[in-house]
């Protein structure tokens, strides 16, 4: 009923169709992706881990660190082999998606790591210290990172817990959001362009990171 | 409507937002300090003005074709297992998602910051039945006070973070003293318990993408994104011109909202809903409803003069901008949609008569439509608005023989250079007088001048006029 009443009013008002003459405004290209994402993702209060300048072993190590989180719980297993971190690691299946693994002794870090792929309940989330997920891109301009729901995923492993780690391979940078939009067609039921940690500024303009989400968010990229 | 009219007028109201000190301090602080974020955002774009021209152009494009990108809109949305369910009054959209609740047996609801929300009164109909949360932290504080957002972005602009300490330790019986970081924690904490147990989530919408059916909803706090996720059913509601046409357009809507609004280059999240949850997925909720919502907005596009009101994108520049309301806040407008965009919008939502006063607090500066991110003449809808207040006042303001006279007088005087110079000459020597000390002061008591002098000060006027000075110099004749 008001979805008739409501077109017909508005088709009485249409003019004769017209394209709007008029180009795309161009967006800034051709800079270092990687130092201004890194720049621009830092700047916005995220931490940013170079896995291939540094070794994937560090920058895990450091996230721990800087995170004090002794487990990473993962959204997707796909995760493990994509980024070749299993190499180091036992049998998912061994330990009922439980995994433990140890680096080499020589280094300054605590471990083992502790890494979940099992399924997790939503008052478990919470208690979460630190998720892992994939980025499936990364936009230099703004330093920011898609997150996109896929199968197998939810949406609230990545916003629950304390911190929250992407995981971003280079080929995957893009300039600005216009290419990112001219290729990308969306395909979960949920995708989000996130530029650093969970912030407000709703009290006198003061900053304060880490309102509803995660309080710190990290990005490892690898190759 | 649910747009409470004060018994108060704007008037009496702006009298007591000047003499309120606290809210002058809180004003001057935070406006100045977006403001300044905003400048730094936007000369970081080198083609700002081609991006506003093309927003411009792509909204008024949109606006003439509303019925067609609205319907690729919504069998976009439906394709992906979505509901639509078409609004024409603020009534039939409380209505429905009332009767969604009843229908479930849901209880408790959280809410993102929505002005449609505000618009519609959403929370007034829903909370007889609800539990309502604002999960904003702004609003949230805006809800806990009582009190109506008297800002499109921050919504608790007019509280110090002493005042909503306070507000906090009474209402939330947690000690948080003036700290901000406290402040915060605390409402983290209460809450998170609520997202999670909620069974239904509402957010708003900021654009609509009609070739994809993304439902695009801006934040940096995570409260949409959780409200979007953890509840059992997500209603999203949309004003019908939010919609635009292409993916592609988004990232110059984007540039252009968030530098406007808070002079970031990017909020922490920019969500792109595609529905509720999807084959194979986790979690999210099970149903997904778009709500769209006319509530006036074809007539407004029925008016060609004004239509162009509802290209605006909701970021709050005007208002941050505007010498008024720098000076008054938001609440003094006593309606949901302040400041320039308030003032021209408010008249076309509730009617001239609703709002009578709205396109009179302005100074015409222009500075509203210098900033706007799309370009909205917000000057001279103004006073497209104020003619049609006073053409609706009718024939007794016209009859007013004092202003007849007055206009007579004028254009005698202006139609010969002679009388114009006497004239000219004559009122410098009167306004000489007049800024004097005695005078001016008395200026300021008797009326019918009083009402003008008692806020102003004529600025002072040169002993000679151009012309004279020109004259004298001896360079030539005139």
Known sequence: ?223 | MNWKRSPKTLRDQSRTALQDSQLQHNLQHTLSRTLHSRQLAVAEVQNWEELRHYARTVKLHTLSHLARYLEQLEAAVQQRGGQVIWAESARQATDFILDLAHRRDFRSVVKGKSMLGEEIGLNAALERWLEVVETDLGEYIVQLAGQQPSHLVAPALHLSRGQIGELFERKLDVSVGEDVERITAAARQVLRRKFLSAHLGITGVNFGVAETGTLVVVENEGNIRLSLSAPRVHVAIMGIEKVIPRLADLPVFLKLLIRSATGQRMTSYVNLVQGGRGPGERDGPSEFFLVLVDNGRSRILADAHLRETLACIRCGACQNICPVFQSIGGHAYGSTYQGPIGSILTPQLVGLQGAPEHPFASSLCGACRDICPVGIRIPDLLLELRHRIQREKGARAARLPVERWAFQIWSWLMSSRQRYELFSRWSRRLARWTAGDRLGRLSRVIPPLSRWNRERRLPELAPKSFRELHRASGEGGS
């Open chain 1, 1 to 223: 009923m008001s979805r008739t009443q409501i077109l017909q009013r508005l088709r009485s008002l249409a003019g004769t169709w017209e394209e709007p003459e008029i180009a795309l405004p161009e967006a800034p290209t051709g800079t270092d992706r990687v130092a201004q994402l890194a720049a621009r993702w830092e700047a916005a209060g995220g931490i940013f881990l170079d896995a291939e300048r540094h070794g994937l072993e560090n920058v895990l190590a450091e996230t721990l660190e800087r995170t004090g989180a002794r487990e990473i719980f993962w959204e997707h297993p796909d995760i493990f082999s994509r980024f070749q971190i299993p190499h180091r690691l036992r049998d998912p299946l061994a330990f009922e998606n439980r995994l433990v693994f140890s680096l080499h002794p020589q280094r300054e870090v605590r471990f083992p790591l502790v890494l979940h792929a099992k399924r997790w309940t939503r008052a478990h989330a919470s208690a979460v210290p630190l998720s892992a997920c994939l980025a499936t891109h990364g936009v230099a301009e703004t330093g920011t990172l898609l997150h996109e729901v896929r199968s197998g995923q939810g949406r609230l492993l990545s916003i629950l817990p304390e911190a929250h780690l992407f995981f971003l391979s280079r080929g995957d940078l893009v300039d600005n959001a216009q290419q990112l939009f001219s290729t990308w067609t969306p395909c979960g039921s949920l995708a989000t362009l996130v530029t650093g940690p969970s912030r407000t500024a709703d009290i006198e303009k003061t900053l304060v990171v880490g309102v509803h989400g995660p309080r710190q968010c990290l990005v490892i990229l690898t190759e």
